[in-house]
T-cell receptor, first 119, second 107 residues
Framework: QVQLQQWGAGLLKPSETLALTCIVD????????WAWIRQPPGKGLEWIGE?????????NPSLKRRVTMSVDTSKNQFSLKLTSVTAADTAVYYC?????FGGGWFDPWGPGTLVTVSS | EIVMTQSPATLSVSPGERATLSCRAS??????LAWYQQKPGQAPRLLIY???TRATGIPARFSGSGSGTEFTLTISSLQSEDFAVYYC?????????FGPGTKVNIK
């Protein structure tokens, strides 16, 4: 049974780079696709992007190309970087397994990391 | 982009009663629709994919229906653990979009 654990810095200043990592336990990166999704406090869910085991990515145009995703197959983990953060990027960030590259559903999800952007 | 809407925003239901939640897409998504449940402080949990297929371990009281632009999630007899926020998500194209959610409250 696949489980995801995630970590990263929880407090950033404006203009800094958000960096999160998610490790896959009980499965292989090559078995599925891997996504990042965020949720501002009290609001809905926004898909950030996805990556496969070979490093091919899709990301949400609304984030204006600030997103970089990578995989480390030797460690069975994948990572997200979001540059030039502002207060609008304050959210809980989730990693998740995607069941279809280029459009799929997500299961399971990591526990989430609250990232706060504040000066 | 395909915009998702959900109704109602809030639904008050008594335990044991049926709950019917609606999700609408701005254009056809065929049957490429999923439903998730989210409880406070927790990550979303997949309930339904393919509009009507229950995910592993999801009780039979949860059922999904619909295709094209109109979808429904039905909880046949609400249990105490079902009070939560429910989101639909389309995946008909490469840019997944979630609906704004329906909060199911205890009446």
């Amino acid at each position: 049974q696949v489980q995801l654990q995630q970590w990263g810095a929880g407090l950033l200043k404006p203009s800094e780079t958000l960096a999160l990592t998610c490790i896959v336990d009980g499965g292989s990166l090559s078995d599925s696709y891997w996504a990042w999704i965020r949720q501002p406090p009290g609001k809905g869910l926004e898909w950030i992007g996805e990556i496969n085991h070979s490093g091919s990515t899709n990301d949400n145009p609304s984030l204006k190309r600030r997103v970089t995703m990578s995989v480390d197959t030797s460690k069975n983990q994948f990572s997200l970087k979001l540059t030039s953060v502002t207060a609008a990027d304050t959210a809980v960030y989730y990693c998740a397994r995607g069941l279809r590259f280029g459009g799929g559903w997500f299961d399971p999800w990591g526990p989430g990391t609250l990232v706060t952007v504040s000066s | 982009e395909i915009v998702m809407t959900q109704s109602p925003a809030t639904l008050s239901v008594s335990p044991g009663e049926r709950a019917t939640l609606s999700c609408r897409a701005s254009q056809s998504v065929n049957n490429n629709l999923a439903w998730y449940q989210q409880k406070p402080g927790q990550a979303p949990r997949l309930l339904i994919y393919g509009a009507s297929t229950r995910a592993t371990g999801i009780p039979a009281r949860f059922s999904g229906s619909g295709s094209g632009t109109e979808f429904t999630l039905t909880i046949s007899s609400l249990q105490s653990e079902d009070f939560a926020v429910y989101y639909c998500q389309q995946y008909n194209n490469w840019l997944p979009f979630f609906g704004p959610g329906t909060k199911v409250n205890i009446k």
